[in-house]
């Protein structure tokens, strides 16, 4: 009996001992499960540094955007891109913590909090409730494996999102008096062709009067003072921005003892040639650190570099350089040069068929010049005719170099056309040479070609005081309908259409102009209410500055005759117009007649939007001669230089847009006009803000505006003209070229 009682004894220890073993071991198992399964929560969130791989580690970190500065090509302007990083690195460094939209989480690392957008999938919950999500795979445990098991192939965080880069304006450019400031706009979306640019300089916080250009030089009146400048402008995407720079710092005023320098272009405007910008300083050019800056004519930066190559890219574009160093006296220099011609294509723009042959009486012109010239020389080049004509005569400069490298021939001209003015038999241009160069002993090749003369109307000298007939010229680039596919025109055709056609002649229609065209109902049912109702309707197409192929031009003005009619279609309007070479001026000579001679004397309307030379006057019937804001047009209005202009016999021939003006500014803008020689104006509230497009709105109290530009009581003479006597005729050229030998000095 006590053997049992002993042995019930030891089997309840035996008992309690392995239930304190298996106790233990629950206890354990339970503590280790815990730790797994915190283990995986963490894993879910977020990588640890200690278990992320090291390019993983790379990816996590904040993103620093790329600077927008675009090294140079030249090597003197090699300090310009460290500089512009300089500059920029305080407008863009990114902040400790980057803001993203969407869900985030942090991961604590080194002190720093790093953010990452949540990447959706489906089935897998957001990363802020995986606390309360059941992991899908829970840890196990074997006999003799204590180790939880962990989810394989932990999910990756998604790379973290860069901070925006934001678009800037900055100041270019040495603040002194006497130098060229120039508003440079950094848009990672770009800046918009043609698109809407604005600015606004300022002193010491005070508006600069007249200062709205992109460049502005420094006068003695800024002397002391910090100079900012604000911005408006279109980028690609069509968004309107506008910037303030960073001040400058007090302007210097070295004026009185500095030469100011200069810089001018040389070099052919058309694609595959190369502009060199040309520095010329009394106080002396540094060999090196000048830094060189391209813009075309509304501030898009083009590139750095002593030289600019001349692509597709820029076709239409009118160039221009700054160039900012210290001369050899010291002072801080940025001067900018005069706008190149338009870049025109290979061909020069039109098929040429613009200028006639020359006739036997034609003047003939002979390029003189010097077999050889010394280095560091100037070679001096005349062009003569073996009679006066009564109107200029011109031919292109063109320069070969008899070298397989045009670098070991270091040679500068000043122009790209030599011009003869009328009544005069002889014009000089220069080629210099530079010393210490590898050109001894080489040779180049001076030629003329594309000589014309022109033939330009007969007009009076005298200035007008004022017209006796304006009517107003409705740029009316909206829709017809209120709604795509309905049948009710919109407010602002009811409105055109209810101010009648005595009031307003001409509507512009801005109807898909391209060659390959489709019918649109809506151009269908407006042209044909403005013909009931007596409007004259013109199609708008584009030139591109006369680079754009005339064949091109020609099939879009067919299509138009094609879908519309030709009894709707009354001309044509193009759009972007030059009149600054006579590439320029022999494309439009074309257009003009093939106008005339292929749709039956149809309105020919050419929008240069400023003004224009006498040589082209004669090829449209109607010129817009200004486009700009209305404070443009009262306080900065530049004085016409043509005859054509000029001439009170002409203002039918004349028009005049402005936008962006007040209501209480119309009469003042109605009487300069009538000054300023126009015949035809279109006045408009509507600005560019914020849209980009001046043209979309309704002006405010219009029917009282058209009143107001009608109120001489009469309309312009009918502008619209037969065939004139073509403007260019050829010159004959003989004895075209000049062979010159660069000798040792």
Known sequence: MENQQANHRKIKVVIGILAAILAAVLLYWLFTSLISMNQHNQTNQGPSHNTTSQADDENSKPQRPDSDSEPSSNPDGKNETNQTKTDESTNSSPSDSTKTAGNSVSVVGNHNAYHYRQIASPGRPSIHNAANHKPANTPSTKPGNNKPTTPPNPSKPPKPTPEPVQATVKIVGAAEVGSTLIAQIDDPDGLKDGGIRHYQWFADGAAIPGASYFSYKLTLAEAGKKITVKTTHANNKNVMKDLISSATAAVG???????????????????????????????????SGITYRWYEFYGKFLGTGKTLSQTKDHLGMQVIVQASYIDKKGHRESVTSGFSGSVVDNSGGGTGTGIISPAATAPKITLHGPASVKEGETAVYTATLDKAASTDVS???????????????????????????AGETSAKFYVDTNAGTDGKGKTYTVSLSNAVAGMVNKTNTNPSTTVNAQSVFMLSYVYPLAKAGG??????????????SNKIPYTLIMADGSPDAKLDPGYVRLLKKNAELGFKTVAYIRTVQQTRPIAEVKAAM????????????????????????????????????YTKSTYGNKLVVANPGTHITDAIAPYADIFMTNEGTADEYINNYKTAYSAFEKDPANSHRIFHTIYAAKASDYQKIINLSRQRNAGWVFITTDSTIPDGRPYNDLAKNFPSLVDSVNNLGRQPLDPNRATEQPLLSGAIISGSSVTTTILSQ
Not at 408 to 415: E, G, P, V
């Open 558 to 593: 067919a299509k138009f005759i094609e879908l519309y009619g030709t009894d709707k279609i009354h001309g044509f309007y193009f759009d972007e117009v030059s009149s600054r070479n006579n590439g320029a001026t022999a494309y439009m000579a074309e257009l003009y007649n």
């Open 395 to 421: 031919a292109d400069i063109k320069i070969t170099h008899n070298t397989s490298n045009p670098n070991n021939l270091n040679i500068r001209w000043d122009s790209q056309r030599v011009v003869i003015k």
């Open 253 to 287: 005023n070295a004026a009185s003892n500095n030469n100011h320098g200069s810089v001018t272009i040389d070099g052919i405007n058309r694609v595959g040639q190369v502009f060199t910008a040309r520095i010329t300083d009394a106080d002396g050019v540094p060999e």
């Open 487 to 500: 049948s009710e025109f919109s407010d602002y055709w009811k409105a055109v259409h209810a101010a009648g």
